[in-house]
């Protein structure tokens, strides 16, 4: 990865076993400052791993990465200061008020009082809770209460956001609002942003690059345009409950998930009659048939054979969108 | 290694979720205030011990409930924090561990403290006199002693523990016989051999017998004896807790 060298983030061959998982499984890849970098993957995938791997609070098995330089096993204490991090889960104290968290915060980080105070003002503003900050966190709503860890990860003014699943759990007009200020974010700091998601529209409207992790692997690296042309064409799916492996060379890919045979390939629209005739000389009864340029749900689709709906909803992710609106 | 910012820091968020939390301060005194009240008074009609009477005798040993109840049940909170999230944000902040489990420390002993002088002074309204000032500056010196090292017992519990299902297996077998092996209500001279020797394993003995000399000058152990103990206990608590604390992933 030559063109690196201006590399914020950078993870060398970097493996984590939890006794015989691979949970993350020699990954290598490189962020340029100010990306916002997007960690997809299914459940289990690695994803959170390899975040508490750059935030030190797990210890890689081998490999290392370094966050602005510094290495991830041997400065610890410099990784801390250059980062900042919104947990998947809640991580705030709901006992003190907004303002106490942040407070509690940039004590922590050694802000000076009067720098401490201007910056809380300044975020609280920015994450529209200045009205609220002496309210107790416990009477927030999610939204409100990942708008504040927001704004306390960026309060000791971090080179690195770290974003786990930042909307999960939040309705579709908060979700969008936290993709407003992610991108604001960038816009107006030059903060490198890292997230994770299951949300492929979130990784689409976001990120500048993806990576696709599958078992601990990268599936695959690169823009979301370029993943979606890397897949090519267009994709034809069909909805049947009979046996129907076409195979023909202009076909480019196909794989079957849930009743559903998508093909890849090129002119679909003159593609699909050819298709239908070979359907109905083998006696093939095909139910509905949609068109569409490949969204990232396919490109995931086509490197990890899976789907992220399927995975959307765990019994763990049950349990956090419940904490989290309640 | 010490940061002296990030203590008082940890220990400011520990006063004010202590302030805030009223009606369990007012909750845990009231199991300790019945048994004094009521056991107390039931028993003063026929027992007494040389010239005390039995509640001048159980007192001392009830303050010592306090100080274990609270002290142990604060240092497993550190579950809470861990299941909400929080002890993430301490643990990546810039700070080390040796500083995060000092401040937890100090925080749970001064909460505790305050506990324990809130159930003093309801012991002085009960008619136990009021000592002078170099027994009540040795009393507050055992309490302290007495409050370190079993919050650091309860965060090393804190750390082997998943979650909170095994706390009621604590209270159950750890705080509750650690209670009543400690002699509260009852003295130690006459016990049978089996239970003697459990009753003498028992850190918290030491802490009631000194808490005893301190209030209405008795004891079974010299001062200076119950002291040594209760200094090795709390040295003890401090290196498990802070090694298991500082060895735990997550």
Redesign the interface.
Known sequence: MSTMDTAVIQLCDLKKYFKEVRAVDGVSFAIAQGEIFGLLGPNGAGKTTILNLL????KPTAGTATICHYDIRKNK??V??S?G?V?Q????????TAL?NLD??G????IPKVVRREKIEELLTLVELRDKKHVLVKNFSGGMKRRLEIA?GLLHQPQVLFLDEPTLGLDPQTRRHIWEYIKKLNHDTTVTIILTTHYMEEADELCHRIAIIDRGKIAAIDTPAQLKKQIGGEVISLKTDDEFLPEYPWIKSINTHDGHLNLTVEEADQKLSLLMRIAQEKGISIDSVTIHKPTLEDVFLHFTGKTMREEETSWADEVRIRRRSS | MMNLDAIYTLWLREMKRFIRSRSRIIGSLAFPLFILVIIGTGLNTVLTFGRLSYNQFLAPGLIGMVLLFSSISFGIMIIWDRQFGFLKEILVAPVSRTSIIIGKTLGGVTTTMLQALLFLVVCFMMGIPFPGFLKLMLLFLVMILIATGFVLVGIAFSCRMKDFHGFSLIMNFVIMPVFFLSGAFFPLERLPGWMKWLVYSDPLTYGIDALRFCLVNTSTFPIEFNLMVLTIFGAGATAVGTFLFRTAQL
């Open positions: 935030c030190t609070l797990l204490d410099e801390r200061k980062i991090i947990f889960d809640p991580s705030l104290d709901d006992q003190l106490e509690f915060h004590r922590l980080y050694h306390r």
